[in-house]
């Protein structure tokens, strides 16, 4: 089983930036794709981006292109989003999740899902 823990997020300003962290552990060597979405109230979970879990290939919606990218940390297991210019559109609970579909949009592909981290952009 894996087992997938966030850090980050908070309360920011618009413009700001800020890094989300998403460790995981466990039986990691069953998973292929880290995912990253957010959901805001009232409002379905929105993917935002994935990465192979080799953290050679990346995918994003058009919609956040230019802003968020998602990478793999030094530690193999680590996985990050960062998110520049932030607006309040951005604020949401976002969620990191594993599963072994690479690259998808999907999150009834992913397995495991993270606790969950909420960001609020203050305008």
């Known amino acids: 089983q894996v087992q997938l823990v966030q850090s980050g997020g908070g309360l920011v300003q618009t413009g700001d930036s800020l890094r989300l962290s998403c460790e995981a552990s466990?039986?990691?060597?069953?998973?292929?794709?880290l995912g990253w979405f957010r959901q805001a109230p009232g409002k379905e979970r929105e993917f935002v981006a994935a990465?192979?879990?080799?953290?050679?290939?990346?995918f994003y919606p058009d919609s956040v292109l230019g802003r968020f990218t998602i990478f793999r940390g030094n530690a193999e297991n680590t996985f990050y989003l960062q998110v520049t210019s932030l607006k309040p559109d951005d604020t949401a609970n976002y969620y990191c999740a594993a599963g072994r579909v690479i690259g998808t949009r999907d999150p009834f592909n992913y397995d495991v899902w993270g606790q969950g981290t909420q960001v609020t952009v203050s305008s």
């Open positions: 990465i192979r879990w080799s953290g050679d290939e990346t």
């Open positions: 466990g039986r990691t060597f069953d998973m292929s794709n």
